[in-house]
């Protein structure tokens, strides 16, 4: 009977630590620092990214390139300008998968499509 109730009793091996702990728990720490502030989001065409904070899809944001600038930008509505055109503030930059490395732009040369300009605020 001793042998019993010493043989059922509920042990738990110990658990032995993943070789590579310390460089999860790194990499965990980082990724959680760097996105404090940020909010993630869906593009219109499904791409995902995330950006700051303030990110508002009643504001109607809008994820741009802008020339010259290594990361897009969230740019948001503001209103007509004094030049009598939409004037936009810069909400901030962003991170889009699929357009970090001038997917975006690639072949517009190509295809006589011209940039855009923006009067922002």
């Not at 404090?36 to 989001?41: A, D, L, T, Y």
């Not at 791409?47 to 390139?65: N, R, S, Y």
Request: overall charge negative; glycine content about 8%.
């Amino acid at each position: 009977m001793a042998f019993r109730s010493l043989w059922s009793s509920e042990r738990k091996p110990t658990p032995r630590p993943h070789p590579h702990q310390e460089r999860i728990t790194r990499y965990a720490t980082a990724a959680a620092a760097a996105q404090q502030h940020r909010k993630m989001f869906q593009t219109e065409d499904w791409k995902v990214g995330h950006g700051p904070a303030t990110l508002d899809p009643g504001q109607e944001d809008v994820v741009c390139i802008l020339q010259g600038a290594e990361v897009p930008f969230v740019l948001r509505p503001r209103g007509i300008s004094r030049y009598k055109n939409q004037s936009y503030e810069v909400v901030g930059e962003c991170y889009v998968h699929g357009i970090m490395d001038g997917e975006a732009v690639e072949g517009l040369e190509q295809i006589d499509t011209r940039w855009s300009t923006f009067d922002l605020v």
